[in-house]
């Protein structure tokens, strides 16, 4: 069974809560991520999102160089310990409507999982199970998968 502990990443970008939005939101250009974690003396205070930006400082007039992170992230933080099935990650990401999950051990943040590389997991586990499945037709039809140049090995 695979749990979140092989899928996450473990390249985690954090900002800590004293920083402004506007670095946050740089270190998260820099990085190419979606969120930061918030973290304080190695424990999760919260996350901030692009979300979080557009709908708590730029939509409400706030200034970015101004606002503290802590001000406009999210504190209370859903969570899931390292060891947990994907299958519990992939409803709560869907239950939670959220896009960005840390991943933690003994609740010290160790990775993190964003939808988007838990939607790549699925597809690359459906394209394995269909691979899969038209080789076990080609061996039942008579046809070596492998040959694909048309002939055979032993003529």
């Given at each position: 069974?695979?749990?979140?502990?092989?899928?996450?990443?473990?390249?985690?970008?954090?900002?800590?809560?004293?920083?402004?939005?506007?670095?946050?939101?740089?270190?998260?250009?820099?990085?190419?991520?979606?969120?930061?974690?918030?973290?304080?003396?190695?424990?999760?205070?919260?996350?901030?999102?692009?979300?979080?930006?557009?709908?708590?400082?730029?939509?409400?007039?706030?200034?970015?160089?101004?606002?503290k992170v802590s001000e406009v992230a999210t504190n209370e933080v859903v969570t899931v310990e390292e060891n947990v099935h994907v299958r519990d990650c992939a409803a709560i990401l869907r239950d939670r409507s959220i896009r960005h999950l840390p991943v933690?051990?003994?609740?010290?943040?160790?990775?993190?999982?964003?939808?988007?590389?838990?939607?790549?997991?699925?597809?690359?586990?459906?394209?394995?199970?269909?691979?899969?499945?038209?080789?076990?037709?080609?061996?039942?039809?008579?046809?070596?998968?492998?040959?694909?140049?048309?002939?055979?090995?032993?003529?």
């Amino acid at each position: 069974m695979a749990v979140i502990g092989s899928l996450m990443k473990t390249k985690m970008v954090t900002v800590t809560p004293t920083a402004t939005v506007e670095e946050a939101a740089q270190s998260m250009a820099q990085n190419e991520v979606g969120a930061v974690l918030v973290v304080e003396e190695g424990a999760l205070r919260g996350i901030l999102s692009e979300r979080d930006v557009v709908s708590r400082v730029i939509a409400e007039s706030l200034s970015p160089k101004e606002t503290k992170v802590s001000e406009v992230a999210t504190n209370e933080v859903v969570t899931v310990e390292e060891n947990v099935h994907v299958r519990d990650c992939a409803a709560i990401l869907r239950d939670r409507s959220i896009r960005h999950l840390p991943v933690t051990r003994d609740s010290r943040p160790v990775g993190i999982l964003s939808s988007r590389d838990f939607q790549a997991y699925v597809v690359e586990g459906l394209e394995r199970i269909i691979d899969r499945a038209r080789y076990e037709e080609a061996l039942d039809k008579g046809y070596d998968p492998y040959d694909h140049l048309g002939g055979s090995y032993g003529r």
